[in-house]
Each structure stands twice: as structure tokens, then as C-alpha cells.
């Protein structure tokens, strides 16, 4: 796949932007140094960071042979070199043997439970020029703020429903949707939610605590791909940029306070096999260094977006995700295992019975538009959506659904004394 598949004009850019965005694609010197911290950037020097990149520029996928593959189901506890066998082409054959093993483990912690919860963007603003988002500062779509008036509508609706965990997220924009806004709508959410969890651009430590003294109890971050070049090349503008920065946030969020963390890759943005070895090395590495904190992971794939429908997943079937997701339960088997509305009915219907733990219901990935979404009735305005989504199902058919599955739906497992 080639990476300009990403690189398509908008009809509606102006010509000013449409010179700049030209300008950042094709010529790498006007870029800034993904590696360089900007102001205001805190850094707080973790060895997490060395362990994890150089495993992975190590990692070489194809020299692992079905022997590999199997010593490593035979074993009770997978080891790091056992999990990049679980993750080699070799290991494709043994899918059925992976998953049985992954649903068994999956079993034995989380019995047959699945947690249920849903998203709500309360804005679409972006500082950066991500080129594979739908969000991004460059692509022509209709922006929208929610008013703190219209988050507490949207949640009301959404609680009404009787969800009882919710993900917040907005686009990435100091400006637009600052740290104080965010926590407004954090503390409203406890109004509501006995769960809520942030999805937001990356903040540092002292905002993280701030945060989750506003009610936060998870912080959700996208490396995007772990690959430093790949990264360079597809995130040409903004304070997303800097790759250690972001890769520091879920440790920052711990420091702040956070219950829990969340890390992935969006898979099919590089080579995924080296990506998902990543992502589990890096929820490995920081369950080691703080043991008292939940540590989950996500598996989301590319998707397509408004004005550029070609972007598709590289390589990344739902045969070699499904390998992933057993991979990371076989590896972390009390990490929690998210899959999102990015996939589709049937395979999360599966995959829920087999490695993942978590599933998200009622979905939109556009500002403001619960209402019409739960009940029918159309917003006067709503701002566009983040990806296009595969699975609209909403909370009351995915809850009948997986009892239908054989699965116990689960609202809420903590309680605050």
C-alpha cells in the first residue's frame, strides 16, 4: 500500500491551505522534528520508551517456524519471545489452537463477562494535519463545539439508555477544547456515569491529575504506529507530532493518578505484527512498573473517512486481528481487551467469546448526534464524524445480542468507598 493513498485533497481547502498541506507532504525540511518536545511539553525520561522501540526494530516477524508457534502454546506462561512467535505468519496455521487456548484463559479471569460502554465526542476541532484522520486540520469537514448545555443533553440521553461507563473524546485542539473544558465534562459525566474514561489529546502529568480529580478514571492514548518513520511521514503537523511525547501519556496519567490505562496501535498504518508487538510490550512494561494499575488494550483498524473513502487497513484481515487478539490475551491474561464499532457485527460477536473483554455500543464518532441516534429525533446542527463506523448497533441490541451469545453484559464493576 502505498502511503499517498492518504494524501488527497479535500475539494474545499482554500488555496493557501491547500499550498501548506502540499508544502508538509512533500517536503520533509518544513517539517518539525517528531522527536524534538515543543514548549510546554513535559518529559520525563522513561526507560519504557528504549525497551519498547528496540524490541520492536528488532523484532523480524518471519524468521519465528511453526516449532516456535508451538512451544509457545505449550507453554502456561508466554514469555516475550514466546509472544513474537504468536505473532509471526508461522503462528497463522494455529489460529483455531490460539483461540481455544485464549478463550479458556479468557474464561478463567473474567468468566463470561463482557463490559458494555459508548463514546461521546464532544468536539471535532484538530491542531494537527494526521493524514489518515478524519479530523485532521487540512480535510474539509463541519466543525462543532458542544456547549457544556449540549454535552449534559447528550449525556442524559446516553444515560437514559442505562449505559453506565462512557468514553469522552475530542479532537486535538488546546485551543478549542482546552483542559478546563474537557474537566467540565468530566464532572458532569459523574453526574451520569459511575464509569468515565477520556479519550483526548496528550497532556501532562499535573492536567492528568487535574483530570481524574475531576472524575476520570482511564485514559484511552493511540500511539497510532510505534514505526518512527511511518510516524513522521503521516503526522506532518501539530503537537501530535512528537512521538515521545505520546508515548510517555499513559505513564503521565498513571503518575497523575489515573486508575487505569489504556494503550494501541492503529493497526494497518505500518507492519502490524511489529505494531501489536508494541502495543503489548508497552502495556507489559508498564503493568511491571506499576503493578496496582489496570492495564488494557485496544485493537482498532484503519477505517475510511469524509473525502477520502480508500483508507482501508493494510494488510490487516480479521483473520490475522483475531491472531492479535489472542496473542495479547495468551501474553497479558488479566489485561483487559477492547474492540471497538471499527469492526464489524459478526466478528465482534465472536471475538468477544474468545480474547476480548470490553465492547463499545450505541456509537457515533460525530459531535451531537445522540439524540438522533437514540431517539429518532434530528439535532438542528452536529458536527462530522471522526471514521466511518461498521457496527451502529445500539446499547439495548448489543446487550440482548451478547446474552444471546451466551454472554453475562456487564454495566459496572467498581465501586468508589
Same mark, same amino acid.
Given at each position: ?38 514548549? %510546554?511539553? &513535559?518529559? =520525563?525520561?522513561?526507560?519504557?520508551? $528504549? ?7 528488532? @523484532?523480524?516477524? !518471519? ?98 439508555? %442505562?449505559? &453506565?461507563? =462512557?468514553?469522552?473524546?475530542?479532537? $486535538? ?7 478546563? @473544558?474537557?474537566? !467540565? ?108 494499575? $489496570? ?123
Amino acid at each position: 500500500m502505498n502511503q499517498n493513498q492518504f494524501f488527497v485533497d479535500a475539494e474545499n481547502l482554500s488555496e493557501a491551505a491547500l499550498r501548506k498541506k502540499h508544502e508538509l507532504e512533500n517536503n520533509p525540511s518544513c517539517r518539525s522534528d517528531s522527536m524534538q518536545y515543543q514548549n %510546554g511539553q &513535559e518529559q =520525563i525520561q522513561s526507560e519504557i520508551f $528504549e525497551k519498547v522501540i528496540s524490541a520492536m526494530n528488532n @523484532y523480524q516477524p !518471519e524468521n519465528y517456524s511453526a516449532l516456535d508457534v508451538q512451544r509457545a502454546l505449550q507453554k502456561e506462561t508466554i514469555s516475550v519471545e514466546n509472544l513474537k512467535a504468536l505473532l509471526s505468519p508461522a503462528a497463522e496455521p494455529f489460529l483455531e489452537q490460539m483461540a481455544e487456548k485464549a478463550r479458556l484463559e479468557t474464561r478463567k479471569h473474567f468468566g463470561n463477562t463482557v463490559y458494555l460502554f459508548t463514546p461521546l465526542y464532544i468536539s471535532n476541532y484538530c491542531e494537527n494535519y494526521c493524514v489518515y484522520c478524519g479530523f485532521n486540520c487540512y480535510n474539509a469537514i463541519h466543525r462543532l463545539k458542544l456547549t457544556p448545555e449540549q454535552i449534559e443533553h447528550e449525556m442524559k440521553i446516553i444515560s437514559d439508555s %442505562g449505559m &453506565e461507563e =462512557i468514553l469522552i473524546l475530542t479532537g $486535538e485542539s488546546h485551543s478549542q477544547s482546552d483542559v478546563a @473544558y474537557i474537566g !467540565e465534562a468530566c464532572r458532569m459525566a459523574k453526574k451520569y456515569f459511575r464509569m468515565v474514561g477520556i479519550e483526548i489529546y496528550p497532556v501532562n502529568v499535573e492536567d492528568y491529575r487535574f483530570l481524574h480529580e475531576c472524575g476520570v478514571d482511564y485514559v484511552t492514548v493511540f500511539q497510532e504506529t510505534y514505526d518512527l518513520e511511518k510516524y513522521e511521514q503521516l503526522h506532518l503537523a501539530g503537537h501530535k507530532r512528537v512521538f515521545p511525547y505520546r508515548f510517555d501519556a499513559q505513564e503521565r496519567a498513571l503518575m497523575g493518578g489515573m486508575r487505569g490505562v489504556a494503550c494501541s496501535a492503529l493497526l494497518g498504518l505500518s507492519d502490524f505484527r511489529k505494531d501489536a508487538l508494541a502495543t503489548a510490550l508497552h502495556a507489559y512494561y508498564l503493568q511491571r512498573k506499576y503493578p496496582h494499575a $489496570e492495564i488494557s488494550l485496544s485493537c482498532p483498524r484503519l477505517r475510511p473517512i469524509i473525502n477520502n473513502g480508500k483508507i482501508q487497513p493494510m494488510d490487516v484481515g480479521e483473520k490475522q486481528l483475531c491472531q492479535i487478539l489472542c496473542a495479547y490475551r495468551l501474553f497479558l491474561p488479566f489485561a483487559g481487551i477492547t474492540v471497538s464499532s471499527r469492526e464489524s457485527e459478526t466478528f465482534r460477536n465472536g471475538i468477544v467469546k474468545i480474547a476480548a473483554t470490553k465492547i463499545s455500543a450505541g456509537v457515533s464518532t460525530g459531535i451531537g448526534d445522540h439524540e438522533s441516534k437514540y431517539t429518532g429525533t434530528q439535532n438542528a446542527e452536529h458536527g462530522d464524524e471522526q471514521f466511518e463506523i461498521n457496527d451502529g448497533r445500539n446499547f439495548q441490541q448489543m446487550y440482548k445480542d451478547m446474552e444471546k451469545e451466551g454472554l453475562q453484559p456487564v454495566l459496572n464493576d467498581y465501586l468508589y468507598v
